[in-house]
């Protein structure tokens, strides 16, 4: 037993070390109490995106979703953070949930909307400008971060998903 407890500590502190901090960032999901570790998406080519429902480059909803279905079990993963910095954004997170499922049937993971520029920037955002050092200009802003979670590139709002620039960088990565 005595063996078994420790087996247990270490392998629970060499986890709670392992991951990196870039993603070691809680965020609530959206329209829902619930809370989740970014560590759950490690080992995974992530896309962040800042989304907002009333904006010029919202259509770009329906090719994050085909990307995210295109390249989904190669450990591909889209993060939406729905952001009202740019003042484009419902402000019930429960219209912006039924907004992305019913108009663009979102299914990558959505987080809580949350402030992505400034001084009261999530952490994570913060953590994002400081790795790459890119602020969000706009809505639809992208962070590419490698499997070791590293931000390595980004784009900004203009730049569409399923750009040939975009889609490359993630191929290379997976």
Not at 9 to 35: H, P
Not at 70 to 79: A, G, M, Q, R
Not at 120 to 145: C, D, M, T
Request: aromatic content about 14%.
């Amino acid at each position: 037993m005595k063996y078994a407890i420790s087996f247990f500590l270490f392998f629970f502190s060499f986890n709670a070390i392992a991951c990196n901090d870039l993603l070691d960032t809680e965020m609530r999901v959206l329209d829902s109490s619930e809370t989740v570790n970014l560590c759950k998406f490690e080992q995974k080519v992530i896309l962040v995106v800042n989304v907002a429902s009333r904006c010029g480059y919202t259509y770009q909803y329906a090719t994050l979703q085909k990307l995210y279905e295109e390249y989904k079990d190669e450990d591909f993963v889209i993060l939406g953070v729905p952001s009202r910095d740019f003042m484009q954004e419902y402000s019930n997170e429960e219209d912006v949930a039924e907004f992305c499922s019913t108009e663009y049937g979102v299914n990558f993971p959505m987080f809580a909307t949350a402030k992505v520029r400034g001084k009261k920037a999530h952490p994570f955002y913060r953590k994002l400008a400081e790795q790459s050092g890119v602020i969000p200009k706009w809505n639809f802003n992208k962070y590419l971060i490698s499997r070791e979670g590293t931000v390595v590139s980004t784009y900004g709002s203009s730049v569409k998903p399923d750009s040939v620039e975009l889609t490359s960088d993630i191929k290379k990565l997976l």
